[in-house]
């Protein structure tokens, strides 16, 4: 094995707290209905965007979205930019860890500048060389990580990440999955399974 391909939500970090602030008040000021909850945005960490509109805003007009989601992204990236996430325990100790041994990437199904949000606030892009989302590109999570992973030559990759959906994206670019069980979803089929982000460096330290 070559390389890591992080998700980033529930996987390195965790904005709930950010992202709720960020998306009820673009609910606000867009004039849209409606006041989210922690567990709404738990709900839909991991998903496209196309797939959160249909769980949390199938009232809004394509207009009425289209206005929220612009809003939303931009207080989104201002707000992590200023205060980041809550990262799990050793993120930063593993990752420097892991960097002298394999090439690390990360492929998040995010909107484009919530990653750079990450990297500009704690400081953790010099462990990274590339990253990737749909936001940029438009592909799903399993093409976006076979992009990564062509443009890089990666040869032989693992994939870490917390959903299901997570799982079903390294089935599709046929890589073994990572599953974190501290964060966010609930996966029944695996190659690995992790408590603690360290216990990333019992797998492949």
């Known amino acids: 094995m070559d390389s890591i391909i992080f998700d980033l939500d529930g996987t390195l970090w965790n904005s709930l707290d950010v992202v709720l602030k960020a998306w009820n008040e673009a609910l606000e000021e867009s004039g849209a209905e409606g006041n ?3 567990e709404d945005i738990r709900g839909v960490m991991g998903l496209q965007a196309h797939e959160t509109r249909e769980k949390l805003f199938p009232h809004l007009s394509d207009e009425q979205h289209r206005t929220y989601t612009e809003k939303a992204s931009e207080l989104e ?3 992590l930019r200023k205060q980041g996430g809550q990262l799990y325990s050793g993120v930063e100790h593993v990752l420097k860890r892991l960097a002298q041994q394999y090439n690390l990437y990360i492929v998040s199904n995010c909107q484009e500048g919530y990653i750079e949000s990450f990297y500009a606030y704690h400081e953790l892009d010099k462990y990274f060389l590339d990253f990737e989302n749909p936001g940029r ?3 799903s999570k399993g093409e976006n990580i076979q992009l990564v992973m062509e443009r890089n030559d990666v040869a032989k990759a693992v994939y870490v990440g917390d959903t299901n959906g997570d799982r079903e994206a390294a089935k ?3 890589i073994p999955f990572v599953y974190a069980a501290y964060g966010f979803g609930e996966v029944d089929e695996f190659d690995y399974v992790i408590e603690e982000f360290k216990e990333l ?4 330290g």
């Open 201 to 204: 460096l019992k797998l492949f």
């Open 36 to 38: 989210l909850t922690k």
């Open 77 to 79: 990236s201002a707000y």
């Open 172 to 174: 599709k670019a046929d």
């Open 137 to 139: 590109t438009g592909l």
